[in-house]
């Protein structure tokens, strides 16, 4: 129990900053997702600053209530832990997905494209910055949804000095800016986005134009969400794709 | 006899609550030394309390509240207690402490994370400096008063290569600094032995820590910087040491894992 209120039910793997559980709310009875946020060595001051950051953020995302982006519920500390509480993703990673059943087919890395792009511009016109698009923050849920992950834990886990960019794995998602040690910016989250379509097997136009253009080394001149949805043309609806939905693709690679 | 286990249990009252106090059921050890127990006294929650009812306590928390901390859990009654490690600058926070039990000292020790580059690595230097004259000195009455002695803990430190999965890659970081690895070799070559080492030379790990973050557990992506340095003597008699690593990552109470030596007898 956590929280005195979510029963732990079992283990979903290693979050950004921690082990994430599946658990029940006792309260209404819903399944949600808890992360344990491990930042180490922090003094009160830090760690005061931490928690009011981590509040901000999720403020902000409530705000925003994108269905791209987890819904965050809580945030606590229960035996001197760091908690988050979002809503659970029921699906599969990207990064999980790709490695058990390859690249996506063109159609499914465009539908998943648009809607990481119609995510990421909603936050950014509210100056919320992820800090850590990558294969695996992207959830592909069993009901077809798109949704990142992670969102709000990033900006907040660098300023109290764990390096968030040192953790997210090997698919080139760190922009050069912030390999040189630069803050995470909205530039850099569509830098990590290339990287997360060209892990997800985008090789045929547009979306190969589009990798392409967001490897532009200049984060000033790297397309914003905006300009890369225009390239994808208009807003991402297009004739033919409307009706396909994750969960078909989901079931086809079931064993 | 005995056998001493250490482990860094990242918050007491967390560990608690997911599989420490299984573990510690079912342990071998005569003595657990623990760090980061991050809980004074009145905090222990009654699951612990009950748990450690046949144990005798030494806890030594830090005065900053939720920080730290350290503690000895033997299943004989220490016949003395000393904390801290001579320093003023240390005093208070919950580092360190040592219990006599009979023929036997036994340390727990939380060595800081640094960070290099900055004030918390200084802060460390300046604990490493202080905790070699304080060994020197505890190992050197120990053996006077025909004692051998024990330094279990979360040292902070990978002394080697072979300690570390990617020491390439953290060669420039806190815990593997060259003048961090010198500190550990000079400490073993004067009189403590790294037991862990001593059994199974020659060897990658056995890790005893993993970061909670993305893969390194799974992989196997760890360090070995929880160590149980033994006076010679001692050390002579070790006859098996294990990292307790956990089956799965969910199974984890902790983001360390025990460390524990069987010594035989004299």
Redesign the interface.
Known sequence: ?IGGRYVVL??????????V?RAEDRLTGRYLAVQ?L?V??MT?AEHARFREHLLREARRIGALADPGLLAVHDVLS????DHVVTELAVGTRLSDHVASGGPLAAHDALDMARGLLRTLRAAHHRQLVHGAVRPGAVVLGDDGRIALADVGLALPAEEA??PIRD?L?PHGVVAPERAAGGPATAAADMWGLGATLAFAGATEEPLSSLVAALRTEDPASRPTADEALAMLGRNGSTPGTSGRSWWKIWERLRP | MPTVSSVNVNGVRAASTKGFLDWLAGTEADVVCLQETRALPVDLPAGFLAATAGWHLTLEPAAAKGRNGVAVLSREAPDAVRTGIGAAEFAGSGRYVEVDLPGLTVASLYLPKGSAGTPKQEEKDRFLAALAAHLAERREKALADGREMVVAGDFNIAPAEADIRNWKGNLAHSGFLPHEREWIATLCASGWTDVVRAVHPGVDGPYTWWSYRGRAFDNDAGWRIDHVLATAGLAGRAEHAVVERAPSYDTRWSDHAPVTVRFGPP
């Open positions: 129990m079992d283990g979903l793997g290693a979050g950004l900053l921690g082990p559980w344990e491990h180490p060595d009160p229960d035996c001197g832990i000095g764990v953790q794995g």
